[in-house]
Structure formats: C-alpha cells, structure tokens
C-alpha cells in the first residue's frame, strides 16, 4: 500500500492524485454569456447533482494564483449558467473549448458549435448537445484553489433520441467520464442492482 500524507508530498502531485483517484467524472460543458453579449463555453468536470427538490447541482471552477475564469465571471454577472452534458461522440470539440484564449473569443464559434436560445436564462444553450439544463445560481463558495457554484436547474432540454419508456436512457446519452491527465472514457458495461427493501 502506497501510503502519502499530502502536508508531505508535492502541491504538484496533490491535483494528479484528485483527478486520478476521483473517477470517472461527468464533464459539465458550461455556457455562459458575459454582461457585453459574448458567449463561452467550457468543461468542467469538478460537477456533480447536489439536491433534487429544489433540483440543484453544482460545479467548481479553480482560479489559479487568483485569476477568474470566464466562466465563474459571467456566471457572477449574469446570475446563470447552463450544463450541457457531453457525449463520447463529442471529445473533440469539447477539448476544443478547452482552450485558454481571451474573454472575447466565442468558444462555440471556436470548436465549429452551435448556439441555441435558452426559455428561461439569458446564457445559450449548446444545440448539439443531447440534454441541457438551464440553471440559476444560487450560491457560490470559495474553496482552497477554487470556487464551488450551486446552481437551481429551471429548465431541461431533452433530446428525444436518449428518451426510453420515460425516461433517460443512459446507454443511448452515451456521457463521457473525465479520468486523469488527458484521458477520458465512454459509459462502458451497464451494471443493474435492485437496492434492498427496508
């Protein structure tokens, strides 16, 4: 057993040790617009559903050596934000709008993506997505190296192709994980386990 108490390894080291260990990870494609009108549109794999009555969910965007994202700064100007949710057939033009480039770059126009108007926020929605969920924020936390938004879902947007008797079918949405470094996996065998009465 590889034993490491993190006050006595590499700061280095502790992010690799995170992303590697905490796996897979959905991947929240987050659209944004800014107070000027111009879009974004990047992953954040730090995402996860918090609360379902109010649904809420949540994503963290870290700010290294204190620099905001455009993400985490549209989100504070406009109040809103939306997650769409990346397919396998998707890797790359998400890893597209990965990019570090300027808070007037359109990350849609960038990856060849396309825009789509939400019903109830003022950030798009990405149409090529297989579902969207409009959200409101409605707190934010800094943490260590980042800062954990919450946000309301107020709207979903479902692709009629990943709907099956009522329901998601997580074979036919086909979501891509966020595993360590550059890797990245699809949904893989589909277990199904009854819980328990009790």
Avoid at 21 to 34: D, E, K
Avoid at 120 to 134: F, T
């Amino acid at each position: 057993m590889i034993e490491l108490e993190v006050a006595k390894i590499s700061a280095d080291e502790v992010p690799h040790l995170m992303t590697a260990l905490i796996v897979p990870r959905p991947i929240a494609w987050i659209s944004t617009v800014s107070r000027a009108g111009v879009a974004n549109l990047a992953p954040h794999s730090y995402f996860n559903g918090v609360s379902s009555h109010p649904p809420i969910l949540m994503f963290v965007s870290t700010v290294p050596k204190g620099r905001i994202k455009d993400t985490l700064r549209n989100v504070d100007e406009t109040g809103d934000f939306v997650v769409n949710l990346v397919a396998a057939d998707q890797l790359d033009p998400m890893n597209a709008t990965s990019a570090d480039v300027a808070p007037d770059v359109d990350e849609f126009e960038l990856a060849g993506l396309t825009k789509a108007p939400s019903r109830l926020v003022r950030a798009p929605r990405l149409r090529e997505a297989r579902a969207s969920l409009e959200c409101r924020m409605v707190k934010r936390e800094p943490m260590g190296d980042a800062v954990c938004v919450f946000g309301e879902v107020v709207y979903f947007h479902i692709d009629e192709a990943v709907w099956r008797d009522g329901r998601v079918d997580p074979a036919l949405l086909q979501p891509l994980g966020r595993l360590g470094g550059s890797l990245y996996a699809p949904l893989g065998e589909i277990m199904r386990k009854v819980r328990p009465a009790g």
